[in-house]
């Protein structure tokens, strides 16, 4: 059976990166609602064409999301792929840098994060079902907002919903030209913070002015101090807005706030030293707001992913494709939540490369076959 899937896989490498290019070529940034539900439609044509049984999950202010599944009704625990369809690129960007593909690498954005993934995974599915497995239920979740953490959806409650129960999940994130796969990622929240002060002439009277700007300024020092790099949490000011002129004291500034952290339990501790920081005043006559968001909880590592890693792991070296290790890495994913939801889980499963929100996002061609290739004999070796 293995071979048989192997072979089609072979067969369809043109299909697959014409796919690909497909997928590409179709604008999703997180805040384009409409063509992520265009990416979704897509697939989910595709997936219909393929026998399998699918449905949209409607979402009011972000990407729809897409649930399918080859072989429902199967009567073994089925297995489960993971991804997104959103990128973070703003539209116009692929009039700039298409999908193009050169000496063995492919360009565009989203091409590594993840729509390469997509296509994997996908004709995993198809191939499996070429050479006739029909041991489980062969289940697809993709999410529409996750690069912004689900911010504007439930889409978390849906992937836990439809991960429960299954033997296995393979999240096509972003692989690693090293061989790393991600068996723990760190959580992300995130929070904007403002302060309004008292504008006046920067010449005239500096004096009866209260600087915003200075009032974040100590605020920023405050929070980047907070991290700790020894138990996992950190803090990033990313963005700083503030002034209007150069010679009128600032009346307004804000900062947006990146968190990443390793412990669910740390996040009680972390929001009340945000609290902290929000309360205390440097600047008299300044006052200061915040806002804060969740975002995507720590993927922890479980015995029973490690177990699936190491059927990861015999499929990768007998199969010539390298040696893979335990990885574990800042950026969260879904992941998170299909083991929330008590299913062994290895991400980072998609075709290999780097640069992933960059202008300079590249992948790996060949390994856009070797990953399909990959997952057809995880699946296999479950049984």
Known sequence: MKDKAFRFVEENRQAMIELWRE???MESGSADKAGVDAVALRLKQFLDSAGGTTKLIEMETAGNMLVGEIGAGRAKPGILFVGHMDTVFPAG?????PFTIKDGTAYGPGVLDMKGGIVAFLYAIMALKAAGYDARPLKVVLAGDEEVGHAHSDAAGHIMHEARGCVAAFNCETG???DGIVLGRKGTAEFTLEVKGVAVHAGNEP???RSAILEIAHKVIEIQKMTDYDRGITFNVGVIQGGTVKNA???YAKILVDIRYQDPGQLGKIKAMVDKVAAKTHIDGTSTTYSFSDGIAPMQTTPASKALFEIVRQAYEENGFGRPYEHFVGGGSDSAFT???GVPTVCAMGVKG???HSAQEYAVVETLFERAKLLVDCVLRLD
């Open 23 to 25: 997928l590409v070529s």
């Open 93 to 97: 960007t692929i009039a700039k840098r």
């Open 176 to 178: 690693f030209v090293d």
């Open 207 to 209: 004096q009866n002015g």
């Open 249 to 251: 004291v600032p009346d």
């Open 339 to 341: 083991v929330l939801a």
């Open 354 to 356: 780097g640069r992933n």
